[in-house]
């Protein structure tokens, strides 16, 4: 804006400020009263536009590449909400977000609970070699999970539930002792839970869903810069760009 000051007889000051608005320009009146030169002055600072201001964080941000696609948005009453999908993975999130030290902290509300796995009861299978079930609430076999098995002696056995009932191979001597439960992608790793591998029996133990598929946030930390946002999780760095920017 280029400002123009004249100072008429009598003490008049007109004060001018040339505004371009879109491709034109427009000469903008802003005062023709008797004052002071200073007080003119004042009121063309007033006048002048004020200093851009630094872009809020609020918005929506996203990455996607081969069969994942994620998203996080920041809610500008200082709430998130995050997604993940990739593979068979499913995780979400939400919480509250706050600036702190140039970063953005993230903490998870409610803090979610992790599913857990139990042992449970004991089933007849006469005349049947040992064998266990991983079972989910509705009482079907849970696939797909990894397990550890330890031995009297030796090596432990490390192999994944198959959808059914689990059994020793056939060439396998040694007595199972305790078995462990572990599904990596989604922090679950159940205590080391004592085995009678009787002939006869089938042992089942219980995954607890709880809070399944839903991620603590808690302390992770985020950066952005420009229109990324750069994600810190103990599991790596995930970068996501900005979409949108959210409306009031």
């Not at 305790?178 to 599904?183: E, G, I, L, S, Y």
């Not at 946002?229 to 760009?241: C, D, I, Q, S, V």
Request: charged residues 20%; hydrophobic residues 45%; proline residues 8%.
């Amino acid at each position: 804006m280029a400002d123009v000051q004249r100072e008429l007889t009598g003490g008049m000051v007109l004060a001018v400020a040339a505004v371009k608005i879109g491709r034109c320009s427009a000469a903008l009146i802003i005062a023709l009263w008797p004052m002071r030169p200073a007080v003119a002055q004042a009121a063309l600072a007033e006048s002048a536009p004020a200093q851009s201001v630094e872009m809020s964080p609020a918005g929506e941000y996203v990455h996607s590449e081969m069969e994942l696609v994620a998203g996080i948005r920041l809610n500008k009453d200082g709430t998130f909400e995050y997604g993940l999908t990739v593979g068979s993975l499913d995780e979400r999130a939400k919480g509250r977000w706050a600036l702190a030290g140039g970063h953005i902290e993230l903490t998870s509300d409610p803090r979610p609970i992790a599913p857990t796995i139990t042992a449970a009861r004991v089933d007849a299978a006469p005349g049947q070699p040992f064998a266990f079930r991983l079972l989910a609430p509705n009482g079907t076999d849970v696939p797909g999970v990894d397990f550890s098995i330890d031995f009297d002696i030796g090596d432990p056995l490390q192999d994944y539930t198959n959808g059914s009932a689990w059994r020793l191979p056939a060439d396998e001597t040694r007595t199972p002792r305790f078995v462990t439960f572990a599904m990596p992608t989604y922090h679950l790793r159940s205590p080391r839970m004592p085995l009678d591998a009787r002939a006869g029996t089938i042992a089942n133990f219980a995954l607890i869903p709880n809070d399944f598929g839903v991620a603590d946030l808690t302390g992770v930390v985020a950066e952005i810069a420009g229109d990324t946002l750069t994600l810190h999780r103990p599991e790596g760095t995930m970068r996501f760009r900005r979409s949108s920017v959210v409306r009031d």
